[in-house]
């Protein structure tokens, strides 16, 4: 009870592990919708503060011309009131003109006159008078910003030029800033009323126009849904918008690719089935017949022997069918996913040699294997390196379906040579299997590697499946497969065939551990071998 608890707890807090991670997943996917909708509405989020404050700066302007002139005006016309009496200047101002100057409910306004010593004649005291380095050009009206008594004000002023050996005297009218601000203010204000009201309706059209524009993505996904599985046509390129035709495009080939392989695996399993057939309809007669024998009573030792044989061979080839099928099956549901590694072919295929010597002896046929070998051969480091980057399960499929394929169809009496050959400069890894067989016609060199065919007139049982093992294999690893005559017309020895020679360029990893140099193997290292491979027939063979 205490073990099932503890059980149960691990397998709960496996699965309260286990939804943070899909939330995670289902947090982390992106809405095309919401990407679009925040690019579009983020520059103008960003827009509308700046357009507040380029609004702000232009209603400055604005409310400050008019006031701007009227100060002007109001420097005019006290510069006009300056008169040269005598040796000494006289501003003739009357009191309803001061009272009409300083006449403002909102500002308070300032005035202030200097002669051309500097020396204060009428106004304002306490306004302050331009800097030193302000250049003193006679009848040019300027405007600055400055202070009285701690508060902002602006100022229009002008020098005037009253006689020809003094300097010019100065003409100042300055005012507060209330009725600036306040037309300022009105004028943002009916500017960013407008857009309280303008923003909203334009984030508004955003999004319908977001909804309109991916309308046809909704519609290709109900068309989608409202498929059968088993419908692989290819999506009408026509009825979708130009930005979504490169991705209908790239589904239309998966589509493509996968009703292709449908129909492979479809007219395979035919084929595998109709295969299957002979070797069970055998079996099963012969079970039948050697029991209507015994039923009458007319069986001997023989018969019944010789059916059981004929059911033993049925059940091989049938066992054998199966093994190949799902080999092929295997090979074809590992492609694009098993991961690839360096694999020693020099160690692979002398365990595949070691592996079918019962075989070869039992049919009286030479099997030997030919390449580098560190304890017997002196070569350099690099042409001794026999790895290849592959799948070493697949390689092995490979290599055993060549080499049964060979001794199958080669004589008692015949050879079949493994061989591996490194090309240090190619970059690729040669390996051969070759035969002293029949060999195979150049008519029907592109056939035999097509699921279940087998050539006539060889008497020879098999599957028809090995040698599409071994070019799904090549495929898959991007290999290169030749095949070709082992031996020249004209070095055909009598009452032998020219045999057929397997040839398969595999890729050598780009990096990969030095190897190092060769060194005689201790006796206790060599590796063990049965008595009939051992001694070599040849040099470098087994």
Not at 41 to 68: E, K, V
Not at 189 to 205: D, H, T
Not at 260 to 271: G, I
Not at 461 to 474: M, N, T
Request: aromatic content about 4%; charged content about 25%.
């Amino acid at each position: 009870m205490v073990k099932r608890a503890a059980v149960s707890r691990t397998a709960r807090s496996g699965r309260r592990s286990v939804r943070p991670s899909v939330l995670a997943l289902r947090r982390e996917q992106r809405s095309l919708f919401g990407e679009i909708l925040d690019w579009m509405l983020a520059p103008l989020l960003l827009m509308w503060p700046m357009s507040l404050a380029l609004t702000w700066l232009a209603a400055q302007g604005i409310a400050s011309r008019p006031y701007d002139r009227a100060l002007i005006e109001s420097v005019r016309s006290l510069a006009q009131r300056i008169e040269l009496r005598g040796e000494n200047l006289r501003l003739d101002l009357p009191q309803e003109m001061v009272r009409m100057l300083r006449a403002d409910e909102a500002d308070s306004v300032y005035y202030q006159v200097l002669d051309t010593r500097g020396v204060f004649l009428s106004g304002d005291r306490e306004l302050p008078v331009p800097l030193e380095s302000d250049a003193r050009v006679p009848g040019e009206l300027r405007l600055r910003d400055d202070e009285v008594d701690g508060e902002s004000v602006r100022v229009a002023y002008q020098w005037v030029q009253i006689g020809f050996d003094e300097g010019p005297a100065l003409v100042q009218v300055a005012e507060t800033l209330t009725k600036r601000s306040r037309l300022a203010t009105e004028i943002i204000k009916g500017v960013i009323l407008p857009q309280f009201v303008i923003l909203p309706i334009a984030v508004l059209l955003v999004w319908m126009a977001l909804v309109r524009g991916l309308a046809p993505l909704n519609a290709l996904q109900q068309r989608i849904r409202k498929r059968r599985s088993d419908d692989l046509s290819p999506i009408d390129e026509r009825e979708v918008p130009e930005e979504v035709t490169p991705l209908v495009q790239a589904i239309n080939e998966l589509l493509e690719r996968q009703r292709n392989t449908m129909t492979t695996q479809k007219r395979f399993l035919a084929d595998a089935a109709h295969q299957l057939k002979t070797p069970l309809a055998g079996l099963r007669m012969q079970a039948e017949l050697a029991a209507r024998e015994l039923e009458t009573g007319q069986s001997d030792s023989r018969s019944i022997r010789a059916s059981l044989e004929q059911m033993a061979n049925a059940s091989q080839r049938a066992a054998h069918m199966v093994n190949q099928l799902l080999s092929m099956a295997r090979t074809e549901a590992r492609a694009g996913t098993a991961p690839r590694d360096v694999v020693d072919l020099h160690r692979l295929a002398t365990d595949v040699v070691r592996d079918f010597v019962p075989r070869a002896l039992d049919k009286g046929i030479d099997l030997g294997y030919e390449g580098p070998e560190d304890a017997r051969v002196q070569q350099p480091a690099a042409a001794l390196d026999s790895r290849v980057l592959g799948h070493e399960v697949m390689l092995r499929e490979l290599l055993v379906n060549l080499v049964d394929n060979a001794l199958q169809y080669t004589p008692p009496g015949g050879t079949v040579t493994v061989r591996v050959m490194p090309d240090p400069f190619g970059q690729v890894v040669a390996l051969q299997v070759e035969d002293s067989g029949p060999g195979i016609p150049a008519a029907e060199r592109e056939l035999v590697f097509q699921p279940f065919y087998r050539a006539l007139g060889t008497k020879v049982d098999g599957s028809g499946l090995g040698l599409a093992i071994v070019a799904e294999v090549a495929q898959q690893h991007g290999a290169e497969l030749l095949l070709e005559d082992a031996r020249a017309p004209g070095n055909i020895p009598p009452g032998e065939g020219p045999g057929v020679c397997f040839t398969l360029r595999l890729h050598r990893p780009r990096e990969v551990p030095a190897v190092p140099a060769a060194a005689p193997m201790p006796a206790s290292a060599s590796p063990s071998l049965p008595p009939a491979l051992s001694p070599p027939t040849e040099p470098g063979r087994l």
